[in-house]
Nanobody, 122 residues
């Protein structure tokens, strides 16, 4: 069984909305931070949004501020990424990850899911 499982991706048009979900196995519980990352072909993986389990504090990439919202349900071990007003530049494979802090996740460490594809047409 996967430690993290993303879902909710799809093919949409610019201006549409999607909500991604990440279910986290009990075996992966313990990291203080959760992040959503995305990777587009030929581009470096980037942090889209992060949240800290205990405090609920969040951070966002400048390109998604005001459009994306990350939230978590500690009781269900689930993290969501609400994506509104999607743009073609949002296209990519979206991954969720958990670990002790955001820098650890940005380095590629921690626990990662398999990703879900988001494609936004013009």
């Amino acid at each position: 069984q996967a430690l993290l499982a993303e879902s909710g991706g799809g093919l949409v048009q610019a201006g549409d909305s999607l909500r991604l979900s990440c279910e986290i196995s009990r075996r992966a519980v313990g990291g203080a931070a959760m992040g959503w990352f995305r990777r587009a072909p030929g581009k470096e993986r980037e942090l889209v949004a992060g949240v800290f389990w205990k405090t609920g504090d969040t951070r966002y990439a400048d390109s998604v501020k005001g459009r994306f919202t990350i939230s978590r349900d500690n009781a269900r071990n689930t993290v969501y990424l609400q994506m509104n007003d999607l743009k073609p530049d949002d296209t990519g494979v979206y991954y969720c990850a958990t670990g002790p802090n955001i820098p650890v996740l940005q380095s590629g460490r921690g626990s990662w899911g398999q990703g879900t594809q988001v494609t936004v047409s013009s």
